[in-house]
């Protein structure tokens, strides 16, 4: 220690060891999220199992279950998970690959901005889901069309979301970046994209949701492959196990993607103070 | 108030380091299709090594000339010279403390002291890395490098602020109500050791408060600021002996001199119907 300062909060911070927090504090999310699923799989099994519900209408879970293992054994469940999760995939990457970039060209770039903004608005406003005819038509019935509403649908959260971003970067930053000196490429690389990162991912957070529902919907219209198209084909068959065994398994992947997403956002975040709000 | 400036000139005066010379600056209201005159014909000479505070009413136009010094705002009436040359954008001869700490809250403490000298590319590498370091350890913060600014006090996020500033090594300091957000404590305590600091480093200082004590125990000089338009009223030579002590702050002289000052901004005030019950 060479510095002179004997100032009272200058002292280097104490070295006592903190108690970490607790096992339950820590995984706090992942306990109060996996009571209340357990709870709800419990109450419907019940239901299930005092036969009030009809199989006509609706299954129980180990019905599901019993379904999910024979499916993904004998039948055709992993081909069209696979079917799904390629068109999901290469749809939202080049989602991703259009509305980063194109989201901090807008953000950066008031006039393109104001160029593109009714468009984006238009789009973003609409179901894109309306739009799906129209690529059936253009792209056929295949993956083509598929992948182009699943693109469509994820790119304007992301768009949308990565432009908020760069807009509403604090002033107070810019001014201090200027007042250094930093050119505008300087500004953009230490100021504009850190700022916008968390809302990055927050579309991106966004765009899987919205990616998801374009999958299966595409597939609910037409189709003989995929998710979508077994739950469609369930339900004229009555079949309501496996039409839940695809309802599950499109939530399950929801829920991956999307805790995928929000890791990333908080590993980008970890300069954020923790929540505040209420417990 | 026809008297001419108090104590304009008296024994030698160093070197002119910054010359304000008639300087006006008007904004441009929008919505309301007019100019303001933020400030008018302000003149002020300030010396190689020398604390000058300027005082005033909020609203006088304190911080548009500091940022106009800055080179943030372009003025085009008047003159502004630093070591002679004439100035009009940011220059790497001068650095600026601002009123909020505008860090970027991404960066660590020693990040954030770096971030001016990255953006002015003066400094190799290994150099930043060790002046981040030893500034970090004059402003007191040994300890807290890898600190993000939402775990730092105020005070703190002050000191960094201050130590990002100094880290460029400019010829003047600019510095805007740097501890207006603080607690009177805290306050106190930054003062006494922005002067320790000023000690070591003897740069060239503008300083704005609107704390006529604040000015009082900091400067060499103070210029008094009146309001509609805002403009030098009266300049104050401090003549208390340096180093100085928070105990200066209690002596009758020192009362005095912030009687004189306090009764000037309060006929301006008067003058404009506009007290505000600030100090
Ligand atoms: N960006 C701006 N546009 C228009 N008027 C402004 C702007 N910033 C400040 N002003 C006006 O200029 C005057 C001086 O403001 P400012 O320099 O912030 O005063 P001070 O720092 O002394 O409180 C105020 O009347 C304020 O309303
Ligand atoms: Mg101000």
């Known amino acids: 220690m060479t510095s002179k300062v004997e100032t009272v909060p200058a002292a280097a911070p104490a070295e006592r060891p903190v108690r970490r927090r607790s096992f339950a504090r820590r995984h706090e999310a992942a306990i109060y999220g996996t009571f209340a699923v357990v709870l709800l799989i419990a109450v419907w099994e019940f239901t299930w199992q005092m036969r009030w519900i009809s199989p006509l209408f609706f299954s129980g879970p180990t019905a599901v279950a019993l379904r999910f293992w024979e499916l993904a054994t004998t039948g055709s469940l992993l081909a069209d998970a696979a079917y799904s999760g390629q068109n999901f995939f290469i749809g939202f990457f080049l989602a991703l690959a259009v509305g980063v970039p194109l989201g901090v060209l807008l953000g950066w ?119 979508g198209y077994m739950i469609s084909y369930a339900g004229q068959m009555f079949q309501t196990d496996t039409l839940l065994v695809g309802v599950v398994c499109t939530a399950a992947a929801g829920m991956v993607l999307t805790a995928a997403a929000e890791r990333l956002r908080r590993r980008f975040q970890k300069w954020r103070p923790e929540h505040v709000g209420g417990q | 108030m026809n008297n001419a400036g108090a104590a304009a000139a008296g024994g030698a005066t160093p070197a002119a380091k910054l010359v304000i010379d008639h300087l006006s600056y008007r904004y441009y209201l929008e919505r309301e299709e007019r100019e303001f005159l933020a400030f008018s014909d302000v003149s002020l000479t300030i010396g190689e090594g020398e604390f000058v505070c300027v005082v005033g009413p909020s609203g006088c136009g304190k911080t548009t000339l500091l940022n106009v010094v800055a080179g943030l705002l372009p003025y085009d009436e008047g003159r502004l010279t630093i070591n002679g040359r004439t100035v009009n954008r940011p220059g790497t001869d001068r650095s600026m403390v601002f009123q909020n700490a505008s860090l970027l809250p991404w960066r660590s403490a020693l990040a954030n002291v770096r971030y001016g000298m990255e953006m002015q590319r003066r400094f190799a590498g290994e150099l930043m890395d060790r002046r981040a370091q030893e500034l970090i350890n004059l402003v007191g913060l040994s300890g807290f490098e890898t600190r993000y600014p939402s775990e730092l006090s105020g005070g703190m996020q002050q000191r960094v602020n201050l130590a990002r500033a100094l880290a460029t090594d400019p010829d003047v300091l600019l510095m805007d109500e740097p501890f207006a957000a603080l607690d009177a404590q805290t306050r106190e305590f930054m003062q006494a050791e922005l002067l320790k600091i000023w000690t070591q480093t003897r740069k060239t200082v503008l300083f704005i408060t609107h704390q006529i004590d604040e000015a009082a125990f900091l400067a060499d000089r103070i210029v008094v600021m009146g309001m509609r338009p805002g403009r030098i009223k009266q300049e104050f030579r401090v003549p208390f002996a340096r180093p100085r002590a928070l105990s200066l702050k209690r002596n009758p002289q020192f009362l005095a001199l912030c009687d004189d000052i306090w009764r000037l901004i309060e006929e301006e005030a008067e003058r404009i119907n506009v007290i505000r019950g600030e100090r």
């Open chain 1, 109 to 227: 770039y008031r006039r393109l901005f104001l160029f593109c903004d009714p468009l984006v608005s238009a789009l973003y406003a609409m179901p894109r889901i309306a739009l799906y005819p129209l690529f059936i038509i253009w792209f056929g019935i295949g993956s083509g069309s598929k992948i182009v509403i699943v693109f469509l649908s994820a790119m304007l959260p992301i768009l949308i979301n990565t432009l908020a971003g760069v807009r509403n970067i604090d002033p107070d930053l810019l001014k201090a970046a200027r007042a250094f000196c930093a050119t505008d490429r300087q500004i953009f690389v230490t100021v504009a994209l850190p700022y916008s990162v968390p809302f990055i991912l927050t579309g991106v957070r966004q765009g899987v949701a919205h990616g998801l529902i374009g999958t299966i919907i595409g597939e609910l219209f037409a189709g003989s492959e995929g998710i």
